[in-house]
């Protein structure tokens, strides 16, 4: 890669795979970097990120950590840690710490017991222009939970803990220091209050951190905020009692924390999904508050402005409504209700995405900050599990990646007005992300003419778009209902799909029935069969059925008159379900409805506060499943 386009400062970003790993030059030419040196093929690279500033790109390898230059793709500096399977990048750049593969120390021999295991966790300060590197420290971690040492902002402390009691602060002064771990700058100790469970520094000069205590055996959950070095004493505090888990969220300045406190079970039975709220606490101690939402059901998404002014969350049940609060917590705007569960600024904070991903379709929402929050335009992602902006506020990166997903894995590049500019298939993909380059790298967004043109696709894009199938002018893109194959053929092959009420009207009209296009005065009529299909014991109950109709119709009681000449004209298989008998779909069709009403029933109980047990539970929960085996069957509607 040469410096020239460097110098151009033009987005980039790393693809892993399970055994490679590329960097790609994002637009105006969507390539991968010439430069770069994938690893050989046999090789596993369990974890890949850029170092903060984009000074450089690591990644693992089974034999340790390489760390190469982001332009010239050369090797700067090789880390010989074996089976690293996380890493961790302090805010500078400047430190390292990898979490490997727990192994048995050889010297306490094999039958040790308890097993003695190595050092797995390390904390490694490298020097780029050097072109070294040094491990400052080693300790023993056994999970992957809570192992992550935390750095301030400029990087002169470390932080983190030995045991689930306490907090231990370490002064960070240089490469060529001989570092006392042993001796702590000063301690958190919290021991009175009970185990913490997780613990998050602030970004910014004047350095917090906020720890979190969940409640055990009646006693309270708490919220702490400290300012560093004064570990003494909390400047701002939340007690509650309902709290299992938190997730910390510093705005950019680090003055305001966002708190969100879940736990696993909702004690109203109201959420299969347990409890969420939501808690706004500052530094400065002036306030400590929980955020009020209106709507019931759980938060999806909770996220801050770049500007630190003001954050949104998304909360409800689906379709779930999407608020935005200022920097105290003031409702100041909130979105229709929408299948929303995900929302990110751009860089710059001039643009919004709000979208729905997981188990919802994809929809993806481009809003106008700076213009009353007016909608850009709407595209859809489909099967997302990865979205980030660009670092420069213009591209949207969408991809799926596996685990979560072990098909179609792919990456996506969006124009910020839901073009589709680059597209690349994998057979697995398993994490991406794009180089961090400051918002001073690239030219303002403004609203000329130039902003609103549509970016140049890659040919790669267009091959794909191309490959999609085409909708349907005739009907407006829109797809038929499906039909049984036994009905396709039918005089109303051209119908829509047949509703709960049709079927309903079907089996109480004489326990007969009828396919779609058959009037329905004729199946409530008694027809022979001429096919020879209707069995013995039904052609006996049908003479049964007429002779009583018959004794009940005429005041004097009469021989039994024979059939009216117009019962004797044949009917066709098409035309007719002959002598009661459901075709195979429609007998799934009626058992699947019987469900449906029983899950009705029990919806009823379950918001009526009735007890139901763990099987009506589950029963609730399988109902998409039935109304999309009914869609299947040709069902369509609501009872």
């Known amino acids: 890669m ?12 790393f693809c892993r795979q399970p055994k490679s790993v590329e960097l790609i030059q994002a637009e105006p030419v969507f390539r991968s970097l010439p430069n770069f040196q994938t690893p050989e093929p046999t090789a596993d690279t369990r974890c890949a990120q850029f170092i903060a500033g984009g000074k450089a790109f690591l990644y693992t390898l089974p034999s340790g950590v390489q760390v190469v230059d982001t332009v010239t793709g050369e090797v700067l500096v090789r880390i010989p ?23 048995k120390d050889p010297a306490a021999g094999a039958d040790a017991a308890p097993a003695v295991y190595l050092k797995n966790v390390n904390i490694i300060n490298i020097d780029l222009p050097n072109r070294t590197f040094q491990i400052l420290h080693s300790f023993l971690n056994k999970t992957q939970n809570g192992w992550i040492p935390q750095f301030t902002a400029d990087e002169s402390v470390v932080c983190f803990y030995r045991n689930p009691y306490s907090l231990n602060f370490f002064k960070l002064a240089g490469a060529s220091t001989v570092f006392d771990f042993s001796k702590p700058l000063y301690t958190l100790d919290l021991k009175e209050f009970g185990k913490i469970e997780d613990f998050q520094l602030s970004p910014g000069k004047n350095p917090s951190v906020a720890v979190f205590i969940p409640g055990q055996k009646g006693n309270p959950a708490y919220i702490k905020v400290y300012s560093l070095p004064n570990v003494k004493s909390p400047v701002s505090q939340k007690q509650f009692f309902k709290g299992e888990s938190c997730t910390f969220k510093w705005n950019a300045l680090g003055t305001s924390i966002l708190a969100l406190v879940s736990t696993d079970v909702d004690s109203t039975n109201k959420s299969y999904y347990g409890e969420t709220q939501l808690y706004l606490l500052d530094i400065s101690g002036l306030f400590d508050q929980k955020i009020h939402l209106p709507n019931e059901g759980p938060i999806h998404e909770i996220t801050w402005s770049p500007t630190s002014r003001e954050f949104a969350v998304i909360y409800g049940y689906m379709p779930a409504v999407t608020t935005f609060f200022d920097s105290r917590g003031n409702s100041i705007h909130s979105l229709p209700k929408a299948p929303r569960n995900t929302i990110l600024y751009s860089p710059h904070a001039k643009y919004i995405l709000v979208a729905g991903f997981g188990n919802l379709p994809g929809d993806i929402d481009i809003l106008d900050r700076q213009n009353k929050f007016s909608k850009v335009v709407s595209f859809q992602a489909s099967n997302t599990s990865v979205c980030k902006w660009s670092p420069d506020g213009r591209f949207i990166l969408t991809a799926t990646t596996s685990p979560r997903l072990r098909v179609d894995n792919s990456v996506k590049i969006w124009y910020f007005n839901g073009s589709l500019v680059y597209y690349k298939a994998y057979t697995e993909l398993n994490s991406v992300d794009w ?18 043109v549509d970016c140049e696709p890659d040919q790669s894009a267009i091959d794909y778009l191309n490959k999609q199938p085409k909708k349907n002018a005739a009907n407006g893109g829109k797809v038929g209902a499906y039909r049984p194959p036994h009905a396709r053929s039918s005089a109303s092959s051209s119908g829509t799909g047949r509703s709960l009420a049709d079927l309903h009207e079907q089996r109480v009209g004489g326990g007969r029935s009828f396919v779609p296009g058959m009037s329905p005065s004729a199946s409530t009529t008694n027809v022979s069969d001429p096919a020879g299909s209707e069995s013995k014991s039904a052609q006996k109950n049908r003479r049964k059925r007429a002779n009583k109709k018959n004794e009940n119709d005429s005041p004097v009681s009469s021989p039994a008159a024979p059939a009216p000449a117009a019962l004797s004209t044949p009917a066709t298989a098409e035309s007719l379900v002959v002598g009661g008998v459901f075709s195979i779909e429609e007998k799934k069709i009626r058992n699947l409805l019987k469900k449906l009403r029983a899950i009705e029933a029990l919806k009823q109980k379950q918001a009526n506060n009735e007890h139901l047990e763990d099987t009506q539970v589950l029963k609730i929960q399988t109902e998409d499943a039935v109304r999309k085996e009914l869609e299947s069957l040709g069902w369509k509607g609501d009872e």
Do not use: H
């Not at 040469?2 to 970003?13: L, R, T, Y």
């Not at 840690?81 to 302090?90: A, G, H, K, M």
């Not at 918002?439 to 000329?448: A, G, H, N, Q, R």
């Open 2 to 13: 040469s410096a020239s386009i460097d110098s151009a400062k033009v987005p980039q970003f």
């Open 81 to 103: 840690i074996e089976d690293v399977f996380e890493t961790n990048i302090s805010p500078n750049g400047n430190y390292v710490t990898t979490w490997s593969k727990l192994t």
């Open 435 to 452: 180089r961090f380059q400051p918002l001073t790298d690239f030219p303002p967004i403004t609203v000329s003419k130039a902003d609103k």
